[in-house]
Nanobody
Framework: VQLVESGGGLVQPGGSLTLSCAAS????????MSWFRQAPGKEREFVAA????????NYADSVKGRFTISRDNAKNTAYLQMNSLKPEDTAVYYC?????????WGQGTQVTVSS
């Protein structure tokens, strides 16, 4: 199993970024994909999740209405569209898959929201 995030960077408050998580080594469409984030000095926290085939989504209250999670099962890729970014969204963003009770994480991608 391999998860590779990309798309992070520096953005001004109010700006947008789209993160990608390219997956391999498992049947992507069968599993929930999630995004988490970890800010300096804080615990890793849940951001959003999307189910496999049907694509049911769930969001943390702090990002509802601003972030959108999606997936392309043909490309084995999950996405996180982030709009109206705030300085408090600054963190390393990780994608996660839980497969047969084993948890897999990507290496993370840094998102910095600053003027």
């Amino acid at each position: 199993v391999q998860l590779v995030e990309s798309g992070g960077g520096l953005v001004q408050p109010g700006g947008s970024l789209t993160l990608s998580c390219a997956a391999s080594g498992f049947t992507f469409s069968r599993y929930v994909m999630s995004w988490f984030r970890q800010a300096p000095g804080k615990e890793r926290e849940f951001v959003a999740a999307i189910s496999g085939v049907v694509g049911v989504t769930n969001y943390a209250d702090s990002v509802k209405g601003r972030f959108t999670i999606s997936r392309d099962n043909a490309k084995n890729t999950a996405y996180l569209q982030m709009n109206s970014l705030k300085p408090e969204d600054t963190a390393v963003y990780y994608c996660r898959a839980v497969i047969n009770n084993s948890v897999y994480w990507g290496q993370g991608t840094q998102v910095t929201v600053s003027s």
